[in-house]
C-alpha cells in the first residue's frame, strides 16, 4: 500500500506558538486531507484540498497542496491548549481506497 | 444524531477467540469503512463497504471477515483472534467514495488478545 511520511513525528510547544508539519507520499494524489484526532476519539476532518498549489484555511488553521503533488502542509498560528492531538495527512486513490500518514503528535504547554 | 456508534469499545480476548465488533452509521451513509490503528502506523484499511450487500478488501484484510447486511451496519469479524490484532480499531463512513466526501469516525475499539 501507500506510506505516508509525516513529519515531525512529535512537537511540544509553547502556548502561543506557530507550528508547521508536512507529509510526503512517493506517489502523485489528487486530494489531500487533514485530520486531528483527540485522545479516545476517532479522527475528524479538518481540511480538505484538490489542486495542487492549494491553500486553504479553517481558522488558525492553514494547510497547502503541493505544486509536486507528492506532498501537503498544515500550519496552526497562535496554538492554544485544545490544539493538543495526533493530527493525520490523508489521501485516496483512484480506486477510491484511502491511505493515512503516520501522525504527528502535537503537545501545547501552556 | 449519533453518528457512527461502535460497540464495544473494550474487549480483551484470548488467543484462538472469536468476536464481532458492530459499527453503526445513521447518516444513511452509502460508504463505510473497518481500519486499525497501531502506534507509529497511522491508520491502515481493513476491510470497506460501497454498499448494502456489498464488501471489498483493503490494505490488511487477512484475519478478517466483514459483513453488510443491512446498510446502517458493518460488522468486523475475527474468526481466531491472534495477538498481533490487538489493536484500536475504527469505524467509518461516507455518503459516497473518493476525497471529497469526508469520512466521519467512530470513538474506536480497543481491543487485546492474550
Known amino acids: 500500500g501507500q506510506q505516508l511520511n509525516q513529519s515531525p513525528q512529535s512537537m511540544f510547544i509553547q502556548e502561543g506558538e506557530d507550528v508547521s508539519m508536512n507529509c510526503t507520499s512517493s506517489?502523485?494524489?489528487?486530494?489531500w486531507l487533514w485530520y486531528k484526532q483527540e485522545p479516545g476519539e476517532g479522527p475528524v476532518l479538518l481540511i480538505a484540498?484538490?489542486?495542487?498549489?492549494e491553500l486553504t484555511s479553517n481558522g488558525r488553521l492553514t494547510a497547502q497542496f503541493g505544486i509536486t503533488r507528492k506532498d501537503s502542509f498544515l500550519s496552526i498560528s497562535a496554538s492554544i491548549p485544545s490544539d493538543v492531538g495526533i493530527y493525520f495527512c490523508a489521501t485516496v486513490d483512484t480506486g477510491n481506497q484511502f491511505y493515512f500518514g503516520t501522525g504527528t503528535s502535537l503537545t501545547v504547554i501552556p | 444524531n449519533a453518528g457512527v456508534t461502535q460497540t464495544p469499545k473494550f474487549r480483551v480476548l484470548k488467543t484462538g477467540q472469536s468476536m464481532t465488533l458492530l459499527c453503526a452509521q445513521d447518516?444513511?451513509?452509502?460508504?463505510m469503512y473497518w481500519y486499525r490503528q497501531d502506534p507509529g502506523m497511522g491508520l491502515r484499511l481493513i476491510h470497506y463497504s460501497v454498499g448494502e450487500g456489498t464488501t471489498a478488501k483493503g490494505e490488511v484484510p487477512d484475519g478478517y471477515n466483514v459483513s453488510r447486511l443491512k446498510k446502517q451496519n458493518f460488522l468486523l469479524g475475527l474468526e481466531s483472534a491472534a495477538p498481533s490484532q490487538t489493536s484500536v480499531y475504527f469505524c467509518?463512513?461516507?455518503?459516497?467514495?473518493?476525497?471529497?466526501?469526508?469520512?466521519?469516525f467512530g470513538d474506536g475499539t480497543r481491543l487485546s488478545i492474550l
Open positions: 506517489s502523485i494524489f489528487n486530494t
Open positions: 467509518a463512513s461516507s455518503y459516497r467514495g473518493g476525497g471529497n466526501q469526508p469520512q466521519h
Open positions: 447518516m444513511n451513509h452509502e460508504y
Open positions: 484540498l484538490y489542486k495542487a498549489g
